[in-house]
């Protein structure tokens, strides 16, 4: 299993981050070739500078802006078209609900889900005309468990995920699959610092005791984009550790915890 991606060719949006740093490493551990992209060009050089140079190619873009979107778009289909596409960029800054302006909310839900969009039209078609190829959208529980401080990202998600199964109808019969994973949590993954006693909420949230780390999440996109889920499309995965499970706690849960 450790060349299940030798001579493919796979792009990663939102590489400099958490999870992103995370999925480009199993992917060229397992020797994929890479297009990754962040709107940082000096945080994505210093989170891939481990990775061999031979098959990574580095290419900083602004996911709000068409022009960024387009450009992403033709650099990942030089030679053909990607074999996967992962929609990891996300933002998540912390604002109460009703102090959410325009602008914030316009930007998180453009670089959220407008960006995979668009994404999945241009390299998702590509992948359609050569007549395979798997995305895999990063999603949240988000998109189930309400939270006031984060309502335009929890929209985001319910809208890719609401994508996903849109995407997976269109391109599945052109052979391109299309699925949803939900990573637990990481600390330092969000925009801005978190507020007091948020991290421990959401690990208190396991089933299992822990959310697990990023390099385990990767292990899970990298499963839905291989061959071991050749019939896998429209899913959505969630590898949180059970705490997108709406429930009430009884005391039992309570003498867990």
């Not at 299940?4 to 981050?17: H, I, L, Q, Y």
């Not at 891939?48 to 996911?63: K, N, Q």
């Not at 959410?100 to 995979?116: C, E, H, K, M």
């Not at 529980?141 to 006031?148: H, K, L, N, S, T």
Request: glycine share 14%.
């Amino acid at each position: 299993m450790a060349d299940r991606f030798a001579g493919k060719k796979v792009v990663v949006t939102g590489a400099a981050g958490v999870y992103g740093a995370a999925l480009s490493a199993g992917f060229a551990a397992e020797g994929a070739t890479l297009l990754l992209t962040d709107y940082d060009a000096g945080r994505l050089a210093a989170a891939t500078a481990g990775l061999p140079a031979a098959r990574v190619a580095l290419h900083p873009a602004d996911l709000t802006a068409d022009g960024g979107i387009d450009g992403l778009v033709a650099a990942a289909c030089v030679g053909g078209a990607p074999d996967v596409l992962v929609n990891n960029a996300g933002i998540y800054p912390f604002i109460p609900l009703m102090e959410v302006t325009p602008a914030q909310y316009d930007r998180i839900l453009g670089v959220n889900a407008r960006a995979p969009f668009r994404l999945m039209q241009g390299i998702g078609g590509a992948m359609a005309e050569a007549g395979r190829g798997a995305i895999v959208n990063v999603t949240s529980a988000a998109a189930e468990v309400v939270r006031g401080n984060g309502v335009p990202y929890g929209a985001s998600k319910v809208a890719l995920e609401y994508l996903t199964r849109a995407f997976a109808l269109e391109l599945g019969p052109r052979g391109v699959r299309v699925n949803s994973a939900r990573p637990g949590f990481a600390e330092g993954s969000a925009e801005v610092t978190m507020p007091t006693g948020y991290a421990e909420a959401i690990r208190a949230r396991s089933l299992l005791g822990s959310m697990g780390p990023p390099a385990e999440f990767a292990r899970v996109v990298m499963w839905l984009c291989s061959d071991e889920a050749a019939h896998v499309t429209g899913s959505v995965l969630d590898a949180g550790g059970g705490g997108h499970i709406n429930r009430r706690e009884g005391a039992a849960t309570r003498a867990r915890n």
